[in-house]
């Protein structure tokens, strides 16, 4: 079954940019999404198929994805940012695939 | 507004039965799959199940296979688990979320329900 890595925290100082890694064999062939979880709440997503921001998430959220590894970009980075992130493929055994999730700790 | 509610959770025995149900509304319903989706608790997320929008096509998680039944009834908006054979390890939030359009993700998702599994 396919697999996704992820680290598991990541800390940004305010108002600077991060960084979140989602490692996969060939994800750069795949759609990659990200959802933003924050303590006691549903997961939002952020960004769908590799780049795409749905409308709300603010321009800060940018992401990439080539080879075997995509990125989530948080830049200027602010205290409501703090959550736990995942990136999700979908696998051709028709399967719904997440990474285990990065925990954000803005400082 | 897409709003999506869950509802059903509660505290279960072993090898007990449980239905969620998930009521849908801001979107034409029928033209899109839905999905449960859990988390255990301090875990991540792990997709459970998936149906089709017109209900004809279902989709399992390994670990839930043959226990779970997925389901849904378009003229009432609303998207149901079965949940049978419960064990310890099924203890979760379970989630509804809408299939976002065209490439496998959730772009919505309700505020969950807890399922407790224990004796």
């Known amino acids: 079954s396919y697999e996704l890595t992820q680290p598991l925290s990541v800390s940004v100082a305010l108002g600077q940019t991060t960084r979140i890694t989602c490692g996969g064999d060939n994800i750069g062939t795949k759609n990659v999404h990200w959802y933003q979880q924050k303590p006691g709440q549903a997961p939002v997503l952020v960004i769908f198929r590799d780049t795409n921001r749905p409308s709300g998430i603010p321009e800060r959220f940018s992401a990439s994805n080539s080879g075997n590894t995509a990125t989530l970009t948080i830049s200027r980075a602010q205290a409501g940012d703090e959550a736990d992130y995942y990136c999700?493929?979908?696998?051709?055994?028709?399967?719904?695939?997440f990474g285990a999730g990065t925990k954000v700790t803005v400082l | 507004e897409v709003q999506v509610l869950e509802s059903g959770g509660g505290l279960v025995q072993p090898g007990g039965s449980l239905r969620l149900s998930c009521a849908a509304s801001g979107f034409t319903f029928q033209y899109y799959a839905m999905n449960w989706v859990r988390q255990a608790p301090g875990q991540g997320l792990e997709w459970v199940s998936t149906?089709?929008?017109?209900?004809?096509?279902?989709f399992y998680a390994d670990s839930v296979k043959g226990r779970f039944t997925i389901s849904r009834d378009n003229s009432r908006n609303t998207l149901y688990l079965q949940l049978t054979s419960l064990r310890v390890t099924d203890t979760a939030v379970y989630y509804c979320?809408?299939?976002?359009?065209?490439?496998?993700?959730?772009?919505?998702w309700g505020q969950g329900t807890l399922v407790t599994v224990s004796s």
């Open positions: 999700q493929v979908w696998d051709t055994s028709f399967t719904y695939v």
């Open positions: 149906i089709s929008g017109s209900g004809d096509t279902t």
């Open positions: 979320a809408k299939e976002g359009a065209g490439t496998y993700h959730f772009d919505h």
